[in-house]
């Protein structure tokens, strides 16, 4: 495999993990309607929100980061 093969591939796969972070999150953001998140991130504090958003976004990028082989 040549350089330029190489990094086709690696920048393919990190535009997958991207958008499969962004819809992560979507679905995060539709399963839990009580919650506004741009009013989460707004906050100049740590809000229990953000931690758990935070969390959940970590957790999906290593998941994710651990199925791309």
């Not at 093969?5 to 535009?15: E, Q, R, T, W, Y």
């Not at 679905?27 to 919650?35: S, Y």
Request: charged content about 10%; aromatic content about 12%.
């Amino acid at each position: 495999m040549n350089l330029i093969d190489f990094l086709l591939v690696n920048f393919c796969n990190g535009l997958l993990g991207a958008v499969l972070l962004v819809a992560g999150y979507k679905v995060f953001d539709l399963l839990t309607p009580g919650w506004d998140f741009a009013d989460v991130f707004k906050k100049n504090t740590i809000t229990n929100g953000g931690v758990v958003i935070a969390a959940f976004l970590v957790g999906l990028a290593i998941v994710i980061a651990s199925t791309a082989g």
